[in-house]
Nanobody, 119 residues
Framework: QVQLVESGGGLVQPGGSLRLSCAAS????????MDWYRQAPGKQRELVAA???????NYADSAKGRFTISRDNAKNTAYLQMNSLKPEDTAVYSC?????????????WGQGTQVTVSS
């Protein structure tokens, strides 16, 4: 059974930092693409950051220069380091693991963790 468990969310003041973790079981994160998405109330879910199995990264324009996605293969965990947080970063952040092999797509989601940026 595959599980993705996010942690690290919370309440932070504008300008602060948080590090989100996505601990995986049942899959090997090093061979999956790992993404972080977020969804704010009343808005569509958006891709924030992605890291491929070969380590390439990609960021939404809103995250560039402030967020860093990474992966610790030994801990089978993906991370999202978020710096210089803004109120508009407030959302539920979820991690996604995906892999396509032999035409079969495997796609898994965590339950999400709330990030609130407010003074």
């Amino acid at each position: 059974q595959v599980q993705l468990v996010e942690s690290g969310g919370g309440l932070v003041q504008p300008g602060g930092s948080l590090r989100l973790s996505c601990a995986a079981s049942g899959i090997i994160v090093s061979i999956y693409g790992m993404d972080w998405y977020r969804q704010a109330p009343g808005k569509q879910r958006e891709l924030v950051a992605a890291i491929t199995s070969d380590g390439s990264t990609n960021y939404a324009d809103s995250a560039k220069g402030r967020f860093t996605i990474s992966r610790d293969n030994a801990k089978n965990t993906a991370y999202l380091q978020m710096n210089s947080l803004k109120p508009e970063d407030t959302a539920v952040y979820s991690c996604n693991a995906h892999r396509r092999r032999f035409g079969v797509v495997r796609n898994y989601w965590g339950q999400g963790t709330q990030v609130t940026v407010s003074s």
